[in-house]
């Protein structure tokens, strides 16, 4: 797993960004079947497969928001003064989407969260060395290559976001370490959880 030392600060969470080599979850575990939308759940209780979206919230504890990536930007968030702790899967369409401004937005609304006390996380997704796009991508490029990364800490900044961290990891160009659906489209998926501790 791939810590970020700003959650890891945390004694009262738990995190990780997943890699190929990384050992199954267990416990209590909350996903989603993920379809690059801006759709986020609060979670209080539940766990399986909740329905479709992108995001989740919760503010329970024993409980693990799991994501899957194999490219796409697994971004975890923690709001150390309420104690509320989001993961969110961000591909392009979900990051044009606006799928960390509806999170944090939803994180104020239902657990009262100060965007400026929130601690995100970007972990390791397909960098701007690797990710061409064509024209109908609407984010912005140059050369032909997009940076999902800069894209989501804009979306961040612009959220108010207080503390804001990158792992600048390039799956695609490390396939010892992670899966890369460009690199293999027929490929297994990295597992990236949030939760907080009992």
């Not at 994501?67 to 309420?82: K, N, Q, S």
């Not at 970007?122 to 960098?127: D, M």
Request: aromatic residues 6%; contains cysteine.
């Amino acid at each position: 797993m791939v810590t970020a030392p700003p959650l890891a600060a945390f004694a009262w969470l738990r995190h990780g960004f997943g890699t190929r080599n990384s050992e199954p979850l267990t416990g209590r575990v909350a996903t989603l079947r993920q379809t690059h939308s801006d759709l986020v759940w609060s979670v209080r209780q539940s766990v399986g497969c909740l329905g479709d979206g992108d995001a989740m919230i919760t503010d329970e504890p024993g409980l693990l928001l799991a994501i899957r990536t194999a490219d796409c930007v697994p971004i975890l968030l923690a709001d150390p003064v309420r104690k509320v702790v989001a993961a969110v899967h961000a591909g392009w369409r979900g990051t044009v989407a606006g799928i960390l401004t509806q999170t944090v937005g939803q994180m104020s609304t239902d657990y009262g969260t100060n965007p400026l006390d929130v601690v995100a996380a970007i972990g390791p997704a397909i960098g701007p060395c690797c990710f061409e796009v064509g024209a109908d991508v609407p984010l912005p490029v140059v050369d032909r290559k997009a940076n999902l990364w800069v894209a989501n800490r804009k979306q961040l900044e612009q959220t108010g976001v207080g503390s804001i961290w990158v792992a600048e990891q390039c799956t695609m160009c490390e396939p010892e370490t992670f899966f890369s659906f460009r690199r293999a489209k027929d490929t297994g998926r990295m597992v990236s959880a949030i939760g907080i501790r009992d």
